[in-house]
């Protein structure tokens, strides 16, 4: 079974700066996919970027890039020039060959002005 | 851009009775899917359906849930005797097929409330 750990529960960053959120899963297979959701306080899902395993680059995605260790099975999500809109839950997902998604259990980002 | 449209947004009910959540999946997915989120909690994966049956469902749907493509358009998520510990906040997602490839796609979500 998949399993995908968020161990920090909530973090706090100025903004202009730099943030990491950190990310582990567990898995035996060799093919999946991972991702990074953000939930406002509207509750509704956005992606916020997508990596898949076989790729050895880094995604990017304007302010946001991901630190993939596939051998650490370590997952990390980078928001650059963090803005106030940047503050919601964000959550870590692995997808693998069934197809449904395994989140973490989120972590809490406040962007302080 | 497409869109998973959810309704209700919000619904209120008495423990005991039935809800029904309605989806519309976006116009060109194959594969279906509930997701259940307990305020505070993580998100956790329900059901996934796919050529009108269910391909893989959780510990948590139980016989109290059902899913249904009764037209082929709107995908509905039942719940027979609503308790108390359903109150949560309910996602249908929808993909174009079920490679991890391709980006599921979240509506906004019903927000549950049993009292």
């Known amino acids: 079974a998949q399993t995908v750990t968020q161990s920090q529960p909530e973090m706090s960053v100025q903004e202009a700066e730099t943030v990491t959120l950190s990310c582990t899963y567990d898995?035996?297979?060799?093919?999946?996919?991972l991702f990074w959701y953000k939930q406002p306080p509207s509750r509704q899902m956005i992606l916020v970027i997508r990596q898949e395993a076989y790729k050895q680059q880094n995604a990017t995605e304007n302010r946001f890039s991901v630190n993939f260790q596939k051998a650490a099975k370590s997952f990390s999500l980078k928001i650059s020039d963090s803005q106030l809109g940047d503050t919601a839950m964000y959550f870590c997902a692995f997808t693998g060959a069934n197809s449904k998604l395994t989140f973490g259990k989120g972590i809490t980002l406040s962007v302080r002005p | 851009e497409p869109e998973v449209t959810q309704t209700p947004s919000h619904q209120v009910t008495q423990m005991g009775q039935e809800v029904i959540l309605r989806c519309v999946p976006i116009?060109?997915?194959?594969?279906f899917y509930w997701y259940r989120q307990i305020l505070g909690q993580k998100v956790e994966f329900l059901v996934s359906f796919y050529n009108n049956e269910i391909s893989e469902k959780s510990e948590i749907f139980d016989d109290q849930f059902s899913v249904e493509r009764p037209d082929g358009s709107n995908f509905t998520l039942k719940i027979r005797s609503t308790k108390l510990e359903d109150s949560a906040m309910y996602f249908c997602?929808?993909?174009?097929?079920?490679?991890?490839?391709?980006?599921?796609?979240f509506g906004a979500g019903s927000r549950l409330t049993v009292l």
């Open positions: 997602a929808s993909r174009m097929d079920s490679s991890g490839a391709n980006v599921l796609t």
């Open positions: 898995t035996s297979e060799s093919n999946y996919y």
């Open positions: 116009s060109n997915h194959l594969y």
